[in-house]
Each structure stands twice: as structure tokens, then as C-alpha cells.
């Protein structure tokens, strides 16, 4: 209850205007809430509110407030100026707050119903101050808000269960193995059910859960504790896969473990599997798209792993819209234990994140040189670029600057309405060209903000393995693009992966843990992913790569 009421606070505090992060901190504040292990009548007893990540003491009155009376004299305040539908419409990426008060005001749009109904009516379109762009943008985003209610981004997600493991294990020290389970545990980029397995001294209660209302805890024993883990973490599809699996051996798998004749198998993961044949299965390929049968016949991958990588490469630097200078971000870098730093800042034609004049880019070379002289052999910054696609598909520096770069992303960031045909030739000509090393972000979706542009990927990943252009993971947690349901295509049709943080400070950098969970979730090993090669590797690879049509690197 509170924490839906924190959210209708926040709402409404953001129709109200005035400073939008008051609002964004009581948004995150309840998210905050949904994932509370201890109870939080026992939080405001002990006065511990402020423990909760983004609880202040000034939301830590309002929480206090709302429990203990249902309400708040500054929500009863707000909920005079709208009526409750208005609030739906906040949750379609891409509409903000100013525009959900003029369609209230102007057209009376108070549901998401009304909202779809005006927009099929072109209503939208007719109305000063809105018009057609906003119309096709509500139209298109009206599933996304659909699809993506009730889930959080990866990243959050463990921020969220990293505090509730952190809560759980101070208030039932007696609770051991605390271990993240549901759709984080499998890789999942956005998560819908947030959970913990917990193994508790004696079986009290099994099976027993511990239900917030956004954060489940599965308290289990020692002896139960694998068949309670293999159940919590999922898929629903890939433990059916298994129960049937199961049946045709003349076993029985449910929630109690695995039943062979009068043993039970349960108290590891690893053991169920045993017993019915298979090698251990990783949580991230657990979604019953025939990795059953590929563990049969013995042809699981060997997933990446963080430790794969070797480089980081797709990174902003001051010099166009990051926050860090080059050395500073390659310094973090090699603070990191990697070996090499790819720098890829904004081309020209992104005037709108400093993208870089000619000037700027033999200035940055002259940077670059200067610290790889420091860094002699160990480490090394390799000179590349994010380049724009243009919509003729060319990209947007000519050759002989091209050629000044060790490496060259390339990038779609404007004119996603082309059609999918002039959108899908428009990559093709891109990766046909000789100095694209890779692709980034390669549909442009930014999830529950934005789908993808249209465009073939089959034709688009056929076209990157014939022309030796590497497929970007993209590894912010907003992107995560190319979805990992097309990373085995890739991999099938000859393509080499490259985990790209896209990161634009230095905390960004850690992005690259996110692509690493998609592209094992993708099933994708280390073998095929660019930045796993060594510094010696990668440098051998990218002048190979261009000595083979006819440019000494």
C-alpha cells in the first residue's frame, strides 16, 4: 500500500512541475520499497528508514506518514488538480509530464484507453501544441508502456537485490547462501520478479516464501536448497523442459527436487542435472529455446565471461559528450585490468554531442600517442571512432581521415523512420565499407523508451559476416543492443561479437558486466568476441584487417 502511494506522490509531483528530480527521488524511493527483505513496519519502529537506498529523512517522514495514515495532507493536496487516469499516461516512454497535462486539459484524455482511442482518431494530431509527431510517438509507444509495466533495467535490478541481500543477511544472520534467483539470475534485460533462495538452519515451514510485493524470498534447507534455487530462478518453460525430461526417464521433478525411485536429489543444482543426464546448465540459458536438447547432445557453448575480456573499446571521452578526459578514461581503464582502451568519440555529424572536427581528431591522436608512449607496452589506447551512418549510408568523414583510425563504429543516431528496406541498405553500404570495423547499436531501441528502428537484421548480420564487421553488444543497460535473441543467428552465419560499454564517464565503464549477461544470454563464448583478444591480438587483427584491402595500418 505504501508503496503505491509513494508512486501516486511522485506521479503527481511530476504533473505538478517545479523540480523534476523531487519527483525521480520518490519514484525511486518506492522502487526502493517493492524491494524491501525486513519488513518495514519494523524499519519505522527502529527508526532505520534511511537505510533504504534513496530514503532521505524528508521522504522518510512522507513514508512514515503514508503508513501510519493511509495518506498525506500534500497527496490529498495534489489529488484535487487530477483525477486518478491521468496518471497512466506517464507510463508511455516518451511522454512527459507538460504533455500529459495539455492532453488532459485540451482533449479531456484521462485513461490510456482514451489516450489510444484519441490517437486512432487523430485527434492528437489536430490539437496546437501537439500534432503529428507526438500522435505517432504515442501510437507507438502505447506497448511499450504495455510490455514493460511492472519491469526494471537489469542494472536496477541489482542495485535493488544487492541492498535486499545486504537488509536480509543483517536482520537473519542464521540465513546462509543468500543467492539472487528469477529473471536476474538468468540475465534477463529488464526484471520482472525479483527474488532471493535463502538456505535457513532448519526447515521452518518448507517450502516457504517471503512475499513484499516486489521482492520474494524462498527460505529453504540445506537439503532442498538446489530444487528450491533451479525453481525460483526459471524459466518456467526450461523447468517444464526438465519435469518432462524427467518423466521420460522414469523420474519425477517438483519443487520437493528430483525423485529417483526412493532418492531425492535436491540439495544442489548441479546434482538434479546429474541425474537426469545433463551438464550443468548456465542460469542465463535457461529459457526453453532448446537448450535441453543441445546439453544432450553435448553442444552447450562455453559462455564468456567477465574475465574473457582483454579490452574495452566504444568509449566518449570530453572531447565530444562524455564527462572524462582521455587519460583519465583510459587510466580507469587499465585501473581495471585490461589492457586496452578503444576511445570512439561522436564523428561530425553529431553536432549535438561535440562531435569531433578534423582539428579535434588529429589532437586527440597527438593525446593518444603521448600516452601510449607512457604506458609503453602493457597498455595501449587504440584511436577510433563512433562515425555516423547518414542516411545514404555513407559515413560522414571521407577516406584518408578514415584511414587515420585504428578502428571505426559505426553508428545509426538519426532518421529512424526510414523505411525498413531504405533503413536495412542504408546499414548494408555502411558495413561494406572497408574502414567500418564494427556496427554499434545496431537497431537503435532503447528499452521502455524506444522499439528499434525497422530494419532486416538477417540481412543486416549476413552482410557483417561476409565483410569481417563485428557486431556491437551494445552494454549500456538502457540499450543492450543487438537483443540476444539474435546472437545465435550471428554466431551461425560467421560473425564476430564485440562487448562495447558506450560508456561517457568512468562509472560507466562497468557497463561491460551488462553486455557480458547478454551475450552469454545469447549463448555466445569467448572465441567470438572481439575485445576478448589479447592487446597483441587485437592490434594484429585490426591492421590485418587493413592491410587486406591494400592500407598499410
Given at each position: ?30 522502487d ?19 537505510e ?17 495514515t ?61 500534432g ?51 529473471d ?52 518456467a ?54 537448450e ?17 575480456l ?12 562524455g ?5 583519465r ?208 591480438d ?16
Open positions: 500500500m505504501v508503496v503505491k502511494l509513494l508512486r501516486e506522490y511522485a506521479q503527481r509531483t511530476a504533473l505538478r512541475g517545479g523540480n523534476p528530480y523531487r519527483a525521480k527521488a520518490y519514484s525511486r524511493a518506492a526502493s520499497l517493492a524491494a524491501l527483505a525486513v519488513p518495514l513496519p519494523v524499519l519505522i519502529e527502529e527508526g532505520r528508514l534511511t533504504i537506498p534513496g530514503v532521505g529523512d524528508a521522504i522518510a517522514e512522507i513514508i512514515t506518514k503514508l503508513y501510519r493511509g495518506t498525506h495532507p500534500s497527496l490529498e493536496k495534489l489529488r484535487k488538480e487530477f483525477p486518478a487516469g491521468v496518471l497512466e499516461l506517464l507510463t508511455v516512454p516518451g511522454l512527459r509530464p507538460e504533455k500529459v497535462l495539455r492532453l488532459y486539459k485540451d482533449l479531456d484524455i484521462s485513461s490510456l484507453a482514451e489516450l489510444e482511442t484519441a490517437a486512432k482518431q487523430d485527434r492528437i494530431k489536430k490539437a496546437k501544441g501537439l503529428a509527431a507526438l500522435q505517432a510517438k504515442i501510437l507507438q509507444n502505447l506497448a511499450l508502456a504495455k510490455s514493460g509495466e511492472g519491469r526494471v533495467h537489469l542494472h536496477r535490478a541489482a542495485a535493488l537485490l544487492e541492498h535486499a541481500k545486504v537488509s536480509l543477511q543483517k536482520a537473519r544472520p542464521d540465513l546462509k547462501h543468500i543467492t539472487f534467483a528469477g536476474f539470475r538468468r540475465g534477463c534485460e529488464l526484471v520482472a520478479d525479483l527474488a532471493l533462495v535463502a538456505e535457513a538452519p532448519r526447515a521452518e515451514q518448507r517450502p516457504a516464501d517471503v512475499d513484499s510485493g516486489g521482492l520474494r524470498v524462498h527460505l529453504t534447507d540445506r537439503k532442498h536448497f538446489g530444487a528450491t534455487l533451479l525453481h525460483a530462478t526459471g524459466s518453460e526450461h523447468v517444464e523442459q526438465l519435469s518432462a525430461l524427467a518423466e521420460q526417464q522414469g523420474m519425477k521433478l517438483d519443487a520437493n527436487g528430483l525423485r529417483k525411485g526412493r532418492r531425492l536429489v535436491a540439495a544442489k543444482e548441479q546434482d538434479i542435472y546429474d541425474a537426469l543426464g545433463l551438464p550443468f546448465i548456465e542460469p542465463e540459458l535457461r529459457e526453453g529455446r532448446g535441453i536438447e543441445r546439453a544432450l547432445n553435448g553442444k552447450l557453448p562455453k559462455l564468456v565471461t567477465d574475465q574473457d582483454h579490452g574495452i573499446m566504444h568509449c566518449h571521452t570530453d572531447a565530444s559528450d564527462t572524462e578526459t582521455l587519460e578514461m583510459a587510466q580507469a581503464t587499465r585501473k581495471r585490468g585490461f589492457q586496452y582502451f578503444g576511445v570512439a568519440d561522436h564523428s561530425k555529424s553529431a553536432h549535438y554531442a561535440g562531435g569531433l572536427s578534423l582539428e579535434q581528431i588529429k589532437a586527440q591522436h597527438r593525446e593518444a600517442d603521448r600516452l601510449n608512449r607512457k604506458y609503453g607496452t602493457d597498455f595501449h589506447i587504440l584511436k577510433g571512432i563512433e562515425s555516423d551512418i547518414l542516411a545514404d549510408g555513407s559515413l560522414d568523414y571521407p577516406d584518408d581521415v578514415l584511414e587515420s583510425f585504428d578502428f571505426v563504429v559505426a553508428s545509426i543516431h538519426g532518421r529512424f523512420k526510414l523505411d525498413r528496406r531504405a533503413q536495412t541498405e542504408r546499414l548494408l553500404r555502411a558495413i561494406a565499407n572497408p574502414y567500418t570495423t564494427m556496427v554499434g547499436h545496431m537497431t537503435g531501441r532503447q528499452l521502455q523508451r524506444r522499439p528499434g528502428y525497422e530494419v532486416d537484421i538477417e540481412e543486416v548480420l549476413r552482410a557483417c559476416a561476409r565483410h569481417d564487421v563485428a557486431v556491437e553488444i551494445n552494454a549500456h543497460p538502457w540499450r543492450l543492443d543487438l537483443d540476444w535473441r539474435w546472437h545465435q543467428a550471428a554466431l551461425e552465419f560467421g560473425c564476430m561479437m564485440s562487448i562495447n560499454p558506450d560508456a561517457h564517464s568512468i562509472a560507466e565503464l562497468d557497463h561491460m558486466h551488462w553486455g557480458v549477461e547478454m551475450a552469454r544470454k545469447g549463448g555466445v563464448p569467448a572465441s567470438r568476441v572481439l575485445n576478448a583478444m589479447s592487446l597483441a587485437i592490434r594484429r587483427y585490426l591492421r590485418q584487417r587493413r592491410q587486406s584491402f591494400g592500407r598499410a595500418a
